[in-house]
């Protein structure tokens, strides 16, 4: 692991492996419609397939990154893949039934939620500071195509062949475990204790945000309320918390987190309110609107390398200001012109796709530099969670304001 020959194999193999983990983000998506007919769900029912996968993923982002900072990476990446293969073989196992079903997605969540989060450590700990911009560019380009991918793969599979398929999606990870293992260090497990009531509350305080974010009721919010509040507390006064508030009083962390939560929440609500446009506004079909949305996605593949190279040598600020800058102009032209035809949306949609590469890829390398080595897991699993509750926070407002009257008079006559 200590040449750069070895860097580029380590790198090439997490990748590897979130390229599978983050797919399950968005795979199942197509297939509710066909979910729900199975089991004769309401729409709300059955959106608990993404729900709670994104609760316990989220949850996970968070825990496995304050493992990270005391346990070795190689052991906890290996406990996390293998616990994310056997959850997917346990819910094709029980495809008849609908309730395991939604528990096979929870522990699914909770093993692949191990692999970007401990991933993110591992190129922020073994990768030298020169090169780790360029890294993280690749790393953001497959987390990018896997996200793109993912519902063309899915719709696909599941008219192929059978939405319970796609439960064995996530096989082919084992395949990396050997390599991983041995390209990884065996680290000794570090000092300090595991604050299992942090823990708890960090992971209740979690999983209610997204539930209030993705479902609305008061009683959620109630919740969050007092666990944010008891996290808070409990935070200041144990004598080793999960999250130390130390790590808050960063600045540059801090900021870098309310500037990635500001831009994540932007553009996962466009990444939402896209598809809607262009079946409402242009009625197209879902097969011809992942086709048009695909290449933008695809566009990360070459501009995440860019971008970190960007980073390495002008600096995080710069590619930040100019994917800003790039997302700005193409959701303005887009506004535009939309009424036009819809291939305008291809690519308007590229410009954002290949803008938020460049913002997320600078955004990580910049938080990377901001952490000292003991608080290089919790804290980038804390910014791994932003995305996640960004996505659910955009998708959200943008759905509150598609319901309301706040659109009644538009810029643009449609």
Same mark, same amino acid.
């Given at each position: 692991?200590?040449?750069?020959?070895?860097?580029?194999?380590?790198?090439?193999?997490?990748?590897?492996?979130?390229?599978?983990?983050?797919?399950?983000?968005?795979?199942?998506?197509?297939?509710?419609?066909?979910?729900?007919?199975?089991?004769?769900?309401?729409?709300?029912?059955?959106?608990?397939?993404?729900?709670?996968?994104?609760?316990?993923?989220?949850?996970?982002?968070?825990?496995?990154?304050?493992?990270?900072?005391?346990?070795?990476?190689?052991?906890?990446?290996?406990?996390?893949?293998?616990?994310?293969?056997?959850?997917?073989?346990?819910?094709?196992?029980?495809?008849?039934?609908?309730?395991?079903?939604?528990?096979?997605?929870?522990?699914?969540?909770?093993?692949?939620?191990?692999?970007?989060?401990?991933?993110?450590?591992?190129?922020?700990?073994?990768?030298?500071?020169?090169?780790?911009?360029?890294?993280?560019?690749?790393?953001?380009?497959?987390?990018?195509?896997?996200?793109?991918?993912?519902?063309?793969?899915?719709?696909?599979? =599941?008219?192929?062949l059978h939405w319970a398929v796609l439960f064995l999606m996530p096989l082919p990870t084992l395949i990396a475990l050997p390599w991983l293992h041995k390209l990884l260090p065996q680290e000794e497990n570090r000092p300090g204790k595991l604050d299992l009531v942090?823990?708890?509350?960090?992971?209740?305080?979690?999983?209610?945000?997204?539930?209030?974010?993705?479902?609305?009721?008061?009683?959620?919010?109630?919740?969050?309320?007092?666990?944010?509040?008891?996290?808070?507390?409990?935070?200041?006064?144990?004598?080793?918390?999960?999250?130390?508030? *130390?790590?808050?009083?960063?600045?540059?962390?801090?900021?870098?987190?309310?500037?990635?939560?500001?831009?994540?929440?932007?553009?996962?609500?466009?990444?939402?309110?896209?598809?809607?446009?262009?079946?409402?506004?242009?009625?197209?079909?879902?097969?011809?609107?992942?086709?048009?949305?695909?290449?933008?996605?695809?566009?990360?593949?070459?501009?995440?390398?860019?971008? +970190?190279?960007?980073?390495?040598?002008?600096?995080?600020?710069?590619?930040?200001?100019?994917?800003?800058?790039?997302? =700005? =102009?193409?959701?303005?032209?887009?506004?535009?012109?939309?009424?036009?035809?819809?291939?305008?949306?291809?690519?308007?949609?590229?410009?954002?796709?290949? +803008?938020?590469?460049?913002?997320?890829?600078?955004?990580?390398?910049?938080?990377?530099?901001?952490?000292?080595?003991? *608080?290089?897991?919790?804290?980038? +699993?804390?910014?791994?969670?932003?995305?996640?509750?960004?996505?659910?926070?955009?998708?959200?407002?943008?759905?509150?304001?598609?319901?309301?009257?706040?659109?009644?008079?538009?810029?643009?006559?449609?």
């Open positions: 692991m200590t040449t750069p020959h070895n860097h580029q194999i380590l790198v090439r193999w997490l990748a590897y492996l979130i390229f599978f983990a983050v797919l399950n983000e968005t795979v199942f998506n197509v297939s509710t419609p066909i979910i729900a007919a199975e089991f004769g769900l309401s729409a709300a029912t059955v959106s608990w397939v993404m729900t709670i996968f994104m609760v316990f993923f989220g949850i996970g982002s968070v825990i496995y990154g304050r493992l990270a900072d005391l346990y070795s990476l190689r052991r906890l990446i290996e406990f996390g893949t293998c616990l994310y293969v056997a959850a997917s073989v346990f819910g094709y196992m029980v495809q008849a039934s609908y309730p395991l079903v939604i528990l096979a997605r929870g522990i699914q969540a909770m093993g692949a939620s191990a692999i970007p989060a401990l991933g993110f450590v591992v190129i922020a700990r073994f990768i030298p500071m020169e090169s780790r911009g360029r890294v993280f560019g690749f790393i953001t380009s497959v987390v990018s195509v896997s996200i793109g991918i993912g519902p063309v793969l899915g719709g696909f599979v =599941s008219g192929q942090g823990a708890l509350l960090v992971a209740a305080t979690v999983g209610l945000l997204v539930l209030a974010l993705n479902m609305g009721a008061w009683v959620y919010y109630a919740g969050l309320l007092c666990s944010a509040a008891a996290l808070t507390l409990w935070m200041n006064y144990a004598a080793e918390p999960f999250i130390d508030p *130390q790590l808050f009083r960063n600045r540059r962390f801090r900021n870098g987190v309310i500037v990635g939560m500001i831009l994540f929440s932007v553009a996962f609500g466009i990444f939402f309110l896209v598809p809607l446009m262009l079946s409402r506004l242009h009625e197209l079909g879902t097969d011809r609107i992942g086709l048009l949305l695909f290449p933008g996605a695809i566009s990360a593949v070459y501009f995440g390398p860019l971008a +970190g190279a960007l980073a390495d040598r002008r600096g995080n600020p710069f590619v930040v200001g100019t994917g800003v800058a790039l997302l =700005s =102009s193409s959701m303005a032209a887009m506004a535009l012109l939309l009424g036009i035809s819809y291939w305008v949306m291809l690519f308007t949609m590229m410009g954002i796709y290949i +803008g938020f590469t460049m913002f997320q890829t600078a955004m990580v390398n910049s938080i990377s530099q901001t952490l000292k080595p003991e *608080q290089s897991g919790v804290g980038m +699993g804390i910014f791994n969670l932003i995305s996640i509750v960004a996505g659910a926070l955009g998708t959200t407002l943008v759905g509150r304001i598609l319901d309301g009257q706040w659109l009644d008079y538009g810029l643009v006559s449609l």
